[in-house]
């Protein structure tokens, strides 16, 4: 079997599997459950961030555009072409060519039903990455040493600035860019600055209590149990932070299913897809529900989702990757 190049980066990935599959179960709407996804995937990308950017932190940007704008401006692209052609499949996608562009650049704009969704809706959360890839780009800029921490700062800083963002057409964007879920990726951050520098003491702690500590933290998750808490602390972050790092604390010591890492590498396929699948058997197979061909259909939708995944990441994200990835060499 193909070796792994760092052991302790499997928990990474595992976790982008966990997030991917709950963004996916929680889009089945009936579940009731994983609503936790999104912010999940913003804890570990504030700390994949910081660790690729110490790694080597030249043509951060360009390298973070390789990484997701192909995939995601053909599955973009996909929807433009499906509410073009058959609107009545997309009837609360708004097809304008001002819109299209808008998407493809990651500029947030309001729906006429007051949602922040561009054309392929889960691209609201790709509207913040860049956002947060832009602040991260500017840390770098001043300092690359410090620039976790000058991140780390900017970030609380805009999240403060949010009230202050929301009178008007004008500050739409700001209003969008300053909301609190951005100190979601500041709490990957956090988790970051922690396993670097204490990576060796979270690595002693006891098996069982860091294996303990994994099951509370994803227990809150699942549950929704955190949302109870309130309060200006983002306790969904800070929970998947807790998990980020009793799973990397782990790493060494267990073995990941190959299915699980396989399903984290095509983790952005599955988060960018599944709404095609999903929305195909929903309406022409069964409707999603708690019925018994409901589950059954949900089941299907998933299954489906993971085939069309797998299948993606092999022939067109990771192939673009690394054409995108040459040319920037």
Same mark, same amino acid.
Request: proline share 5%; aromatic share 10%; net charge positive.
């Given at each position: 079997?193909?070796?792994?190049?760092?052991?302790?980066?499997?928990?990474?990935?595992?976790?982008?599997?966990?997030?991917?599959?709950?963004?996916?179960?929680?889009?089945?709407?009936?579940?009731?459950?994983?609503?936790?996804?999104?912010?999940?995937?913003?804890?570990?990308?504030?700390?994949?961030?910081?660790?690729?950017?110490?790694?080597?932190?030249?043509?951060?940007?360009?390298?973070?555009?390789?990484?997701?704008?192909?995939?995601?401006?053909?599955?973009?692209?996909?929807?433009?072409?499906?509410?073009?052609?058959?609107?009545?499949?997309?009837?609360?996608?708004?097809?304008?060519?001002?819109?299209?562009?808008?998407?493809?650049?990651?500029?947030?704009?309001?729906?006429?039903?007051?949602?922040?969704?561009?054309?392929?809706?889960?691209?609201?959360?790709?509207?913040?990455?860049?956002?947060?890839?832009?602040?991260?780009?500017?840390?770098?800029?001043?300092?690359?040493?410090?620039?976790?921490?000058?991140?780390?700062?900017?970030?609380?800083?805009?999240?403060?600035?949010?009230?202050?963002?929301?009178?008007?057409?004008?500050?739409?964007?700001?209003?969008?860019?300053?909301?609190?879920?951005?100190?979601?990726?500041?709490?990957?951050?956090?988790?970051?600055?922690?396993? %670097?520098?204490?990576?060796?003491?979270?690595?002693?702690?006891?098996?069982?209590?860091?294996?303990?500590?994994?099951?509370?933290?994803?227990?809150?998750?699942?549950?929704?149990?955190?949302?109870?808490?309130?309060?200006?602390?983002?306790?969904?972050?800070?929970?998947?932070?807790?998990?980020?790092?009793?799973?990397?604390?782990?790493?060494?010591?267990?073995?990941?299913?190959?299915?699980?890492?396989?399903?984290?590498?095509?983790?952005?396929?599955?988060?960018?897809?599944?709404?095609?699948?999903?929305?195909?058997?929903?309406?022409?197979? %069964?409707?999603?529900?708690?019925?018994?061909?409901?589950?059954?259909?949900?089941?299907?939708?998933?299954?489906?989702?993971?085939?069309?995944?797998?299948?993606?990441?092999?022939?067109?994200?990771?192939?673009?990757?690394?054409?995108?990835?040459?040319?920037?060499?």
């Amino acid at each position: 079997m193909k070796q792994r190049h760092a052991t302790r980066l499997d928990a990474l990935q595992v976790l982008r599997a966990v997030a991917a599959l709950a963004v996916v179960v929680f889009h089945c709407h009936w579940t009731g459950v994983a609503s936790f996804g999104v912010e999940l995937f913003f804890v570990i990308s504030g700390f994949v961030i910081c660790h690729a950017a110490a790694q080597d932190p030249r043509h951060f940007l360009l390298k973070r555009i390789a990484r997701v704008v192909p995939l995601y401006w053909l599955a973009t692209l996909g929807v433009f072409a499906l509410a073009t052609v058959a609107p009545s499949l997309l009837s609360s996608t708004q097809v304008s060519w001002l819109n299209l562009v808008r998407s493809l650049v990651f500029w947030p704009y309001l729906r006429a039903d007051g949602a922040w969704m561009p054309l392929l809706f889960l691209g609201w959360t790709l509207n913040y990455e860049a956002f947060f890839y832009v602040v991260f780009a500017l840390c770098l800029g001043v300092s690359a040493r410090l620039a976790p921490y000058l991140a780390l700062a900017a970030l609380v800083l805009i999240a403060s600035l949010h009230g202050a963002a929301t009178h008007g057409p004008a500050t739409w964007p700001l209003a969008f860019w300053t909301a609190p879920i951005v100190l979601n990726f500041a709490c990957g951050i956090v988790a970051w600055l922690i396993w %670097h520098t204490m990576k060796a003491r979270l690595m002693r702690i006891p098996h069982g209590l860091a294996t303990g500590i994994a099951i509370i933290a994803m227990g809150i998750l699942a549950t929704g149990a955190n949302h109870g808490i309130g309060g200006p602390l983002p306790t969904g972050g800070i929970v998947s932070a807790v998990l980020l790092l009793a799973l990397l604390g782990l790493g060494p010591r267990l073995r990941w299913p190959a299915g699980l890492l396989a399903i984290g590498d095509a983790s952005y396929s599955l988060y960018l897809l599944h709404p095609y699948v999903l929305e195909v058997v929903n309406r022409k197979v %069964h409707a999603f529900g708690p019925d018994v061909r409901g589950v059954l259909a949900t089941l299907l939708g998933v299954a489906g989702a993971l085939v069309l995944a797998l299948v993606m990441y092999r022939v067109v994200e990771r192939p673009s990757n690394r054409i995108a990835r040459r040319l920037i060499a």
